[in-house]
Structure formats: structure tokens, C-alpha cells
């Protein structure tokens, strides 16, 4: 679950993840998580703490929100830590509502599906 913006005893330095969200409207709110946070917990914790400037945008469940970061969808179980995200600095991501992810290799195996026709031609 998010980090609390006190330290924890016996820490130098912050292991804090700032993120920047971005929804498509372009409003943006800032965030602090734990590397241990995944793409499921900061949806939820979004979602119940919804920032007073995104009414508008306000969505009917937390299981359809979706973080896009390097223009890859973040699948549920990836935690920050493992974005390897520089704690400390803070880091931009979009939000977006969206019922389904795409899966991770549908993209590829689209290409190869357009590949399969044939391009010979018949010299006489």
C-alpha cells in the first residue's frame, strides 16, 4: 500500500516512488507509493482517493483503471520495484479507464498474422 510521507526509522535515504499521473484530459496529480506497490494497489489507491480536480473523469471501479508507462500497459502484478524507478525523483505514467489489456505479445502476433499471405508473382 502507498507509503506514509514519514520515514522509516533507521533509513538514510528515501526508498519512496513518486508518481506524476496523467489522464487523458491532460489533468495530472502527483503521487508517493512503496517499490513494493504493483499497478493493482496504485489503481485502487487512486480510485479511493480520487483527487477533487478529476470529478469529470471519475470512474465506477478501481479494476478498470490502467497505468501506461513507456507506452507498455502495466499488467496487475508488476510492482514499481521492479520497473526499477528511481526512488526520490518522480516518475510520469498515464492513467486510463479500460475494460481489457491487450496481451503482451498480441501485438507481434498480429504482425505475424498479416505476414501469411503469399507475395510470389509468375514470371512467363
Known sequence: MPVSSQPAE???MSTEVHLRLILVSGKTQDFT???NDS????????????????????????????LIFQ???????VTLGALKLPPGRTTVMH?????????????GQRNREKTTESNCCLLL
Not at 71 to 77: E, I, K, M, V
Open 39 to 66: 499497478a493493482t494497489d496504485i489503481a485502487k489507491h487512486v480510485f479511493e482517493n480520487w483527487p477533487a480536480g478529476w470529478e469529470e473523469e471519475r470512474v465506477s471501479s478501481p479494476s478498470i483503471l490502467r
Open 71 to 77: 507506452g507498455r500497459f502495466l499488467h496487475g502484478n
Open 95 to 107: 492513467l486510463v479507464a479500460r475494460e481489457t489489456l491487450p496481451e503482451p505479445n498480441s501485438h
Open 33 to 35: 507509493f512503496s517499490p
Open 10 to 12: 533507521g533509513h538514510l
